[in-house]
Protein backbone atom coordinates (compact mmCIF):
# COMPACT_ATOMS: atom_id res chain seq x y z
CA UNK A 1 0.00 0.00 0.00
CA UNK A 2 1.66 3.77 -0.97
CA UNK A 3 2.14 5.90 2.09
CA UNK A 4 -0.13 8.21 2.83
CA UNK A 5 1.14 11.56 2.10
CA UNK A 6 0.33 15.43 1.36
CA UNK A 7 -2.99 15.62 0.12
CA UNK A 8 -4.30 11.95 1.07
CA UNK A 9 -2.62 12.65 4.73
CA UNK A 10 -4.64 15.98 4.79
CA UNK A 11 -7.67 14.48 3.85
CA UNK A 12 -7.66 11.69 6.32
CA UNK A 13 -6.79 13.90 8.99
CA UNK A 14 -9.17 15.98 8.32
CA UNK A 15 -11.86 12.94 8.76
CA UNK A 16 -10.57 11.87 11.79
CA UNK A 17 -10.77 15.92 13.09
CA UNK A 18 -14.50 16.37 11.85
CA UNK A 19 -15.18 13.41 13.60
CA UNK A 20 -14.07 14.25 16.52
CA UNK A 21 -15.26 17.89 16.83
CA UNK A 22 -18.51 16.44 16.13
CA UNK A 23 -18.52 13.95 18.68
CA UNK A 24 -17.14 16.83 21.32
CA UNK A 25 -19.62 19.49 20.24
CA UNK A 26 -22.33 17.10 19.48
CA UNK A 27 -22.11 15.59 22.98
CA UNK A 28 -21.81 19.01 25.27
CA UNK A 29 -24.42 20.94 23.20
CA UNK A 30 -26.90 18.52 23.69
CA UNK A 31 -26.25 18.12 26.92
CA UNK A 32 -26.57 21.51 27.80
CA UNK A 33 -28.92 22.91 25.39
CA UNK A 34 -30.36 19.99 23.44
CA UNK A 35 -29.00 20.97 19.95
CA UNK A 36 -26.72 18.88 17.33
CA UNK A 37 -23.38 20.89 15.89
CA UNK A 38 -26.21 20.50 13.02
CA UNK A 39 -28.68 22.25 14.79
CA UNK A 40 -26.84 24.84 16.18
CA UNK A 41 -25.09 25.62 12.87
CA UNK A 42 -28.48 25.76 10.76
CA UNK A 43 -29.91 28.45 13.65
CA UNK A 44 -26.84 30.64 13.26
CA UNK A 45 -26.52 30.44 9.25
CA UNK A 46 -30.06 31.03 9.07
CA UNK A 47 -29.32 34.53 12.14
CA UNK A 48 -26.36 35.63 10.09
CA UNK A 49 -28.70 35.65 6.80
CA UNK A 50 -29.92 38.92 5.77
CA UNK A 51 -33.29 39.74 7.06
CA UNK A 52 -32.56 36.51 9.37
CA UNK A 53 -34.31 33.99 6.64
CA UNK A 54 -32.60 31.47 4.06
CA UNK A 55 -33.75 29.63 0.84
CA UNK A 56 -33.32 26.18 1.94
CA UNK A 57 -31.44 25.93 -1.64
CA UNK A 58 -28.83 28.34 -0.14
CA UNK A 59 -28.47 27.01 3.43
CA UNK A 60 -28.38 23.73 1.67
CA UNK A 61 -25.28 24.76 -0.49
CA UNK A 62 -23.78 26.83 2.57
CA UNK A 63 -23.70 23.48 4.24
CA UNK A 64 -22.39 21.30 1.55
CA UNK A 65 -25.41 19.05 1.56
CA UNK A 66 -27.91 18.27 -0.68
CA UNK A 67 -31.60 20.01 -0.34
CA UNK A 68 -33.17 16.79 0.86
CA UNK A 69 -30.39 16.03 3.78
CA UNK A 70 -30.73 19.91 4.78
CA UNK A 71 -34.91 19.43 4.94
CA UNK A 72 -34.62 16.03 7.04
CA UNK A 73 -32.39 18.32 9.30
CA UNK A 74 -34.83 20.84 9.57
CA UNK A 75 -37.82 18.64 10.27
CA UNK A 76 -36.98 18.11 13.99
CA UNK A 77 -36.39 21.91 14.31
CA UNK A 78 -39.92 22.95 12.66
CA UNK A 79 -41.20 20.26 15.33
CA UNK A 80 -39.81 21.70 18.42
CA UNK A 81 -40.64 25.39 16.83
CA UNK A 82 -37.29 26.30 16.61
CA UNK A 83 -37.39 27.30 13.23
CA UNK A 84 -40.20 27.76 10.58
CA UNK A 85 -40.99 27.87 7.17
CA UNK A 86 -41.58 30.82 5.32
CA UNK A 87 -43.15 30.21 2.16
CA UNK A 88 -42.24 32.83 -1.18
CA UNK A 89 -45.22 35.13 -1.79
CA UNK A 90 -44.16 35.67 -5.77
CA UNK A 91 -42.87 32.46 -5.99
CA UNK A 92 -44.34 28.81 -4.45
CA UNK A 93 -41.97 26.58 -5.35
CA UNK A 94 -39.46 28.59 -2.97
CA UNK A 95 -39.94 28.66 0.89
CA UNK A 96 -37.30 30.26 3.38
CA UNK A 97 -36.15 28.99 6.74
CA UNK A 98 -36.61 31.37 9.73
CA UNK A 99 -36.28 31.26 13.58
CA UNK A 100 -39.20 31.45 15.73
CA UNK A 101 -38.62 33.66 18.87
CA UNK A 102 -37.57 30.62 20.71
CA UNK A 103 -35.04 29.49 18.29
CA UNK A 104 -33.58 33.14 18.62
CA UNK A 105 -33.10 32.44 22.49
CA UNK A 106 -31.95 29.37 22.02
CA UNK A 107 -29.00 30.38 19.95
CA UNK A 108 -28.59 32.85 22.07
CA UNK A 109 -28.76 30.63 25.03
CA UNK A 110 -25.97 28.19 23.18
CA UNK A 111 -23.54 30.50 21.19
CA UNK A 112 -21.68 30.88 24.80
CA UNK A 113 -21.19 27.33 24.72
CA UNK A 114 -20.70 26.98 21.32
CA UNK A 115 -17.67 29.05 21.93
CA UNK A 116 -16.45 27.67 25.34
CA UNK A 117 -16.59 24.24 23.86
CA UNK A 118 -14.51 25.33 20.22
CA UNK A 119 -11.83 27.25 22.86
CA UNK A 120 -11.28 23.95 24.68
CA UNK A 121 -10.96 22.55 21.49
CA UNK A 122 -8.69 24.58 18.88
CA UNK A 123 -7.19 26.54 22.20
CA UNK A 124 -4.90 24.89 22.86
CA UNK A 125 -3.23 26.00 19.00
CA UNK A 126 -1.45 29.49 18.74
CA UNK A 127 -4.17 31.98 17.63
CA UNK A 128 -1.64 32.34 14.35
CA UNK A 129 -2.30 28.52 13.12
CA UNK A 130 -6.09 28.96 14.11
CA UNK A 131 -6.01 31.87 11.53
CA UNK A 132 -4.44 29.60 8.90
CA UNK A 133 -6.70 26.61 9.22
CA UNK A 134 -9.35 28.63 8.87
CA UNK A 135 -8.08 30.40 6.01
CA UNK A 136 -7.18 26.74 4.39
CA UNK A 137 -10.54 25.35 5.06
CA UNK A 138 -12.62 28.20 4.02
CA UNK A 139 -10.52 27.90 1.10
CA UNK A 140 -11.25 24.54 0.69
CA UNK A 141 -14.97 25.00 1.06
Do not use: W
Not at 83 to 103: E, F, I, M, N, Q
Amino acid sequence: MPESGGALALCLNLNRTTAVVIRQIDHRLSALHGLSLNDFTILHVTDQAPQGKLRRGDLAAHLGLTASAVTRLLLPLEKTRLVDRLPDPRDARVSYVVLTDAGRERLADARPSAAQISEDLVGRLPAGQVQVLTAALAALA
